[in-house]
């Protein structure tokens, strides 16, 4: 049964540069057309790219970083023999541009309707990237990973001192690669994200707490008030306190 057909645009629903983790419940089969960081699926991450096709397939756990548009088909399957082959398609491939081509004339011959066309042209679709040769490599999925280690450990140590060089000692590879991997796959440098967090934890604290600028500046990993004072105005073109001050008179 069909759930959804549509091109979509994440712009069009997220604001963010990370969407929400969630859960599937359909089987998600997505052409991608446009991608600026990279997809989720089960904790490993896939760079976008304009050739690049995702299957994911039910209680898999999601989540996007970045914009992305692509021709989007969800749908559901109560067939046991059918839900077995459909397991064993891969759940990022990277394809010919020629047969991207083909998969979206295919594309075009669907309808959010259940028809036999449709249900036909999904088949076929399914069968090509089922038989692609062009499937994410191991080298992608490990890169991955070590960047994911990165962040998990900038989510939980960002309120503290951070070190380029305690990623090194951490993932054993050198600083400049650490970062490339980073970019790569959060589409953000290290030293970006790790100040988004930083300023976030300062308009948390500057909205819920009375505590002193100095102690916010501390309590959110930055080496000093005016350090803090100085990112805060960068990004978001006032000072701390103003911001606390306009939000105040709004509320």
Do not use: W
Request: proline fraction near 3%; hydrophobic fraction near 35%.
């Amino acid at each position: 049964m069909i759930y959804k057909r549509e091109y979509y645009k994440s712009t069009n629903y997220f604001s963010c540069d990370i969407t929400p983790k969630r859960v599937t419940q359909y089987y998600e089969l997505e052409i991608y057309d446009y991608g600026t960081g990279c997809a989720s699926i089960d904790n490993i991450l896939y760079p976008h790219n304009q050739n690049m096709v995702i299957f994911s397939k039910p209680f898999q756990e999601r989540f996007t970083i970045g914009s992305f548009n692509c021709y989007a088909i969800h749908f559901t399957c109560e067939d046991n023999e059918i839900c077995q082959i459909l397991s064993n398609i891969p759940d990022c491939i990277i394809i010919d541009p020629l047969i991207k081509k083909q998969l979206l004339n295919l594309y075009e011959l669907t309808t959010i309707e259940n028809n036999l066309e449709t249900i036909v042209s999904i088949g076929r679709i399914l069968n090509i990237i089922k038989n692609s040769n062009y499937h994410i490599h191991n080298e992608i999925t490990h890169n991955s990973k070590i960047a994911m280690t990165v962040k998990e450990y900038i989510d939980n140590h960002y309120q503290s001192p951070i070190h380029i060089s305690d990623f090194e000692k951490m993932v054993h590879l050198s600083v400049n690669y650490i970062r490339k991997l980073f970019l790569d796959c959060y589409g953000v440098t290290i030293h970006k994200y790790i100040t988004e967090l930083r300023l976030s934890h300062v308009k948390k604290l500057l909205l819920s707490t009375d505590l002193p600028i100095i102690d916010i500046a501390y309590k959110s990993g930055f080496s000093s008030q005016s350090h803090m004072n100085y990112m805060f105005k960068s990004v978001f073109g006032i000072s701390p306190l103003k911001y606390k001050k306009m939000q105040i008179g709004t509320q």
